[in-house]
């Protein structure tokens, strides 16, 4: 090497060393290595930990080893403004031949036999090479623990906030354990000690597709959320029980109101319409009386949480039993509907054969009157009803187009 290419080549180096050194010192410095170095792991997190230390110690190293050849090539260009040509054989050889030593365990496999290493002795571009891949391998892991302790250490405090607000307002309600809760406080606990202790062991994917799975968390948040809206329920009925308990039974005596109407209208169905085809009522308000009489002895009792998970039941079947009773006044006032539409028709055609000079025609009398009767008659047979109309409206409109042809 020329004395000038000397002087690029170790300005060049100088730079890369200050580079290495930064990012070295950044990578001891990153959040995700002090919380590694801090923390007390176990697991798949202490055995890449363990082995990412030795690799950032040999990385060290091997640095150190590449700055002391930097070091004594500058030592020596400094020695002449202008070296002869064996210092720049030699400054040649240190900085592009094999010059830095290698510690040890950081041979390659290539470069061994079976009965030692061939070479200790690297160049200074293949120790930046292998500085690199040492670097890169060891911030993996860094990072990796890094995001996994970022998405679930602040979620997972705060979940244990609410678990522990929760178990207090559970307590406070009636001083007996919640099954649920304490299966959640169980499952929380031992899954806080994966995250803080070994984090990487809920990281999934490699490389820039790792990231932790939050599934488990996300799960037991859910269920917490259940149950304190549970507990929020209890909180409010024990509250409310009073306004509560008034509240469903009015919704119950709506119920056994609307069984009432409804039966009398099925009555009146069974009077007026021949062979309806209608079902057994139904008569829920009886059962949701009992329950009610229930919610009265769970209030006296304070046992609020299964107050307001029996009240939520009622409330429910409260509305599933009106909309039965409903549909049942509805299928027989249906009926009388249907009835009173048909003898709307009667009336409309019968006016209609009126107009057209009909009234004196033997088989348009003959129909209508049987189509009235039908209408008229109770029990009502809406079937022949509803046919008779058809033939009436047929002969109408008959004589009507036959006048119409005649004109």
């Known amino acids: 090497m020329s004395r000038e290419g000397v002087d690029h080549a170790l300005a060049q180096l100088r730079a890369d060393a200050e580079r290495i050194s930064a990012a070295l010192l950044d990578l001891d410095a990153h959040p995700g290595s002090r919380l590694l170095k801090g923390a007390r792991l176990t697991g798949e997190t202490w055995r890449r930990w363990d082995e990412t230390q030795r690799r950032i110690g040999r990385l060290w190293e091997l640095f150190d080893a590449y700055g002391n050849v930097l070091d004594r090539a500058a030592a020596l260009r400094a020695e002449s403004e202008r070296p002869d040509a064996d210092a720049l054989l030699l400054l040649s050889g240190m ?219 009622l409330d429910r079947a409260v509305a599933v039993a009106a909309e039965r009773v409903e549909a049942d006044h509805a299928l027989s006032s249906g009926l009388l509907d249907r009835r009173s539409e048909l003898r709307g028709r009667f009336q409309a055609y019968q006016a209609k054969a009126g107009r057209l000079g009909l009234a004196e025609d033997a088989v348009v009398s003959r129909l209508g009157e049987r189509a009235r009767d039908l209408l008229w008659t109770a029990p009502c047979d809406l079937r022949a009803a509803t046919a008779a109309l058809a033939e009436y409206q047929r002969a109408i409109r008959a004589c009507e187009s036959e006048t119409g042809t005649r004109g």
């Open 95 to 313: 900085l592009t031949g094999p010059s830095v030593d290698l510690p040890d365990g950081e041979i390659p496999l290539d470069q061994r036999t079976l009965l030692g290493p061939d070479r200790r002795r690297v160049t200074l571009g293949e120790a930046v090479r292998l500085m690199s891949a040492a670097y890169e391998e060891a911030a993996a892991v860094v990072v990796a623990a890094d995001n996994a302790w970022t998405a679930l250490l602040l979620p997972l405090d705060e979940v244990e906030d609410d678990w522990r607000e929760a178990a207090r307002s559970a307590h406070e309600l009636d001083g007996v354990r919640h099954p649920e809760l304490d299966r959640i406080g169980r499952e929380l606990t031992a899954f806080g000690r994966i995250v803080r202790t070994d984090p990487l062991s809920l990281v999934t994917g490699s490389g820039s597709e790792a990231k932790p799975d939050t599934s488990r968390l996300g799960a037991l948040r859910a269920a917490l959320d259940r149950v304190r809206a549970e507990l929020a329920d209890a909180v409010a009925a024990r509250a409310g029980h009073t306004a509560l308990v008034d509240r469903l039974t009015a919704a119950v005596d709506g119920v056994a109101e609307a069984e009432r109407a409804a039966r009398e209208t099925r009555e009146t169905v069974l009077n007026k319409i021949d062979s309806p085809g209608l079902p057994e009522p139904v008569t829920p308000s009886a059962g949701l009386r009992d329950r009610l009489a229930a919610l009265a002895a769970l209030c006296a009792e304070g046992r609020w949480r299964e107050l307001a998970v029996r009240a939520a039941e």
